[in-house]
């Protein structure tokens, strides 16, 4: 059976490979976006889902094949849901972003937070959707080397170590990434799915079924 060709729209390296590991049991080949060029995509809508979504109908209309995005935040209930959708735009790197969540947080008491992931296949005139989300607390100080992001600075209810201390795998059971790779997943396991995905290769990739790409 030959794989569908499913493009991954982000240029975040560590996301990149945290969704090659939770989407392998998909069984389709994921190909980097950046393998085709690079896209600006405005991230303007008011959801994770809504962003998700227009990334991957703009790469999937900029490559000619199906595309999965995702769209990701941290939700601080002391600082009423902030930075939510703004996440990433906080600041300009990770350092940045960690120290602007240390600042707001001083001298609140609260340090709950959640983090939520939406996952968006877009191939043709179809779209699939899922969301995931993990509940945990923010630490004082940074703790661990891994991951990207807050990572550092959060623990999942349940355990002690920062998601920046957990190895890819680890982090992957927890993670809101990891529960909406695995909503996604059963949300594809059709033959049908696979199918369409197939057809949709067919149309864009010159009426061969995909032997290997580029
Ligand atoms: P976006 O989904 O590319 O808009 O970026 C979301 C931002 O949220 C990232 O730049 C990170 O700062 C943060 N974020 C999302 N998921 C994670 C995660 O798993 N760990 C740490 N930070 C994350």
Same mark, same amino acid.
């Given at each position: 059976?030959?794989?569908?060709?499913?493009?991954?729209?982000?240029?975040?390296?560590?996301?990149?490979?945290?969704?090659?590991?939770?989407?392998?049991?998909?069984?389709?080949?994921?190909?980097?976006?950046?393998?085709?060029?690079?896209?600006?995509?405005?991230?303007?809508?008011?959801?994770?889902?809504?962003?998700?979504?227009?990334?991957?109908?703009?790469?999937?209309?900029?490559?000619?094949?199906? #595309?999965?995005?995702?769209?990701? =935040?941290?939700? *601080? %209930? $002391?600082?009423? !849901?902030?930075? @939510?959708?703004?996440?990433?735009?906080?600041?300009?790197?990770?350092?940045?972003?960690?120290?602007?969540?240390?600042?707001?947080?001083?001298?609140?008491?609260?340090?709950?937070?959640?983090?939520?992931?939406?996952?968006?296949?877009?191939?043709?005139?179809?779209?699939?959707? #899922?969301?995931?989300?993990?509940? =945990?607390?923010? *630490? %004082? $100080?940074?703790? !661990?080397?891994? @991951?990207?992001?807050?990572?550092?600075?959060?623990?999942?209810?349940?355990?002690?170590?920062?998601?920046?201390?957990?190895?890819?795998?680890?982090?992957?059971?927890?993670?809101?990434?990891?529960?909406?790779?695995?909503?996604?997943?059963?949300?594809?396991?059709?033959?049908?799915?696979?199918?369409?995905?197939?057809?949709?290769?067919?149309?864009?990739?010159? !009426?061969?079924?995909?032997?290997?790409?580029?």
């Amino acid at each position: 059976m030959p794989k569908a060709v499913v493009v991954l729209a982000s240029s975040n390296r560590d996301k990149l490979l945290e969704l090659k590991t939770l989407l392998a049991p998909l069984g389709l080949d994921l190909v980097p976006g950046e393998t085709f060029g690079s896209i600006d995509v405005e991230e303007n809508a008011e959801s994770y889902v809504g962003n998700a979504l227009l990334k991957a109908s703009a790469w999937s209309d900029f490559t000619g094949l199906p #595309a999965l995005a995702d769209d990701s =935040g941290l939700e *601080v %209930e $002391a600082l009423d !849901g902030a930075p @939510g959708v703004r996440s990433a735009r906080i600041a300009a790197d990770d350092d940045g972003r960690i120290a602007w969540l240390l600042g707001a947080m001083k001298g609140h008491k609260n340090r709950r937070a959640r983090f939520v992931a939406a996952l968006a296949l877009v191939a043709g005139e179809r779209s699939w959707t #899922a969301t995931g989300c993990c509940r =945990g607390s923010l *630490v %004082e $100080a940074p703790r !661990g080397d891994g @991951g990207f992001g807050y990572d550092p600075l959060f623990v999942p209810d349940g355990v002690t170590k920062t998601f920046a201390e957990m190895d890819g795998e680890e982090k992957g059971s927890y993670s809101h990434r990891g529960i909406a790779a695995l909503l996604l997943a059963r949300r594809l396991d059709d033959p049908f799915v696979l199918q369409y995905l197939l057809d949709c290769n067919r149309t864009s990739l010159g !009426g061969s079924d995909h032997e290997g790409f580029p």
